[in-house]
Structure formats: C-alpha cells, structure tokens
C-alpha cells in the first residue's frame, strides 16, 4: 500500500512521517522538490497532477494548510489558494486514482457562540477568513465525490515549529508580568495525537468491507478529553515548567477578556469539540490534554 503525505514537516506533518510509517510505503513531501523530482507545493496543481501520475496512491494523507488565522485577513487569495482551491484539485485527483483523502480542518469552521460542544453536523458560520476558506476547502470535499475523513481539530501544539507552549515558556523567562485571555473555551490537541489518531483510522479503515468503509467517510472532531482556557493552559504550562526546574522570571499572570486582546481576526469564544462520533466509529480512546502537554513540555525541557 501506498500513503502520500503532503506538508511533512508541519507540526502535523513531522508527527506523521512517524505514525503512517507500519502501515505502508510513505512518500512523504513538502514543498521543495525530492531527489525523485517530485513536488509536494500543493499550489502548483501541475506539480501535484504528476506526483499522483508517478506514486499512484491508495492513501493521500493532506497536512498542507495555510494557518496564519491574521494574515489571512489580508492574504486573501493565498488563503484561499491553499485551504479550499487545493483542496478541491486534490479531491478530483484522489477520485481519479480512487484513493482515501485524510484531510484536516478546525473549529474555527464554526461561529464559537454558546457553551456546548460542537458536534460534526451542527451548523457553520465562520467568523473570520480563515475559518471561511477551511470550510469552503470542507464543501470541496463534499462535492466532490471522494472518498474522505476530515478530521476538524483546534489549538494544536508540538515540539516542533511555533505554538502556544512555546511562546508562554520564552516569555516566562523574559517577563515580569503577563496578560492571558480566559473567555476564550477549547482544548490544547497534540500533533502527535493526530497523527497516532489518524493512523489508528486508518488501519481500522482498511480492516472494513467496501459498504462499512463508506460509512466511515465524512467529517470527526478530534481533540482530547477535557476543556480549559487560554490561561488555564498558561498556567497549566508555567506551574509544569516550574516543577521540572524551568527557570522562569513571571511572577504574575492576569486574565483578561477577548475585548481587551484586538486582533485583526475575529477568534471565537467557543472551540470545544464533541469527538464521540471519532470515538465510536474508529474506536479510539482519546487521553486527557495534560497528558499530551505534559509529555511536550518534558520533551522541550530535554
């Protein structure tokens, strides 16, 4: 069996080229060209068109997205290029080649209101651009015919690359004081756990009869279990830190409203994500959030 990863060395990405490995041949590509001329740049459907020509897949595994929430408010075609036109040439030539599309999206494709967590089917309304484009990519996949699982996540974090741990650890040590918004609801998801997640599916899938394996196709939240703020999370990591001998100069952490912290993309306030149809469907037991926290920050103080 044949998996194509596309964006690995993402956040995601990276933890892929780990997981997917026992479950066949991976051709993992990013952006630049690989010794065997092949091209993972997702923006250049020709590229694209010819990797499928050469590795003809049976599995394409999508962790290509364009993730800068505030840029996007004034990259506008770039966003779009990357989390819906792409998206959508992928789908046609994954239908081409017969091939399962792994995809993967967020939270913010809903408006945030309310307290209760998301379920796949309720209602979307993006509140910022990026949310638009990542649901616009979501109904390309609809539509197109594909066999898909889209797995819709939030507030992702690794070792690897830029994220929420890691900017709360260098500014701990460069800070009296900090300002951490507390209105905000969601739950911190490892890179790892989606890709552990996401290989799990996978070998489930392929275990299922043709009927059984188009049940399985649509959209799953996948997060882990529990719910906190911004700065709970905060502190969660600072009291970590602090246990493990991390020298930090913060002596005070103040919890603010989204109101106070104007930035040029609207966040929403609920991002909790109801993840029993994952559960249940794939059979996955997902862990807590500290545990996958806890494991990075160990990690990062190595």
């Not at 651009?129 to 699982?149: H, N, P």
């Amino acid at each position: 069996m044949k998996i194509l990863l596309l964006g690995k060395n993402g956040q995601v990405g990276w933890e892929l080229q780990r997981a997917l490995q026992p479950l066949g041949e991976v051709i993992a590509l990013d952006r630049q060209q690989s010794l065997e001329g092949l091209s993972g740049n997702v923006s250049n459907f020709a590229a694209i068109s010819h990797v499928f020509e050469q590795v003809r897949p049976n599995i394409v595994v999508n962790a290509t997205a364009y993730t800068a929430v505030d840029k996007a408010e004034s990259d506008l075609d770039q966003a779009y290029l990357i989390n819906c036109l792409a998206v959508k040439h992928l789908a046609e030539e994954c239908q081409k080649y017969q091939a399962l599309l792994i995809h993967y999206s967020t939270d913010y494709v809903f408006d945030g209101n309310g307290i209760n967590t998301w379920k796949e089917d309720d209602h979307t309304s993006p509140v910022n651009f990026y949310g638009k484009t990542k649901r616009d990519g979501e109904i390309a996949l609809e539509q197109s015919g594909t066999a898909f699982v889209n797995f819709r996540t939030c507030w992702v974090y690794a070792s690897r690359g830029n994220n929420f741990i890691k900017t709360m650890l260098k500014l701990g040590q460069i800070k009296d004081e900090l300002n951490i918004i507390h209105d905000q609801v969601g739950v911190p998801t490892g890179a790892a756990l989606i890709a552990d997640v996401t290989a799990q599916a996978i070998r489930y899938y392929l275990l299922q009869s043709p009927e059984q394996k188009k049940q399985l196709h649509g959209h799953y939240h996948l997060a882990p279990a529990g719910e906190t703020n911004w700065y709970d999370y905060a502190q969660f990591i600072f009291t970590t830190a602090t246990e493990h001998g991390y020298e930090l100069t913060l002596k005070k952490v103040h919890p603010i409203e989204t109101k106070d912290y104007p930035t040029p993309a609207k966040r929403p306030l609920n991002s909790r994500l109801n993840t029993d149809k994952l559960q249940q469907n794939f059979e996955i037991h997902l862990p807590s959030w500290q545990h996958g926290v806890t494991q990075v920050l160990k990690e990062l103080f190595s």
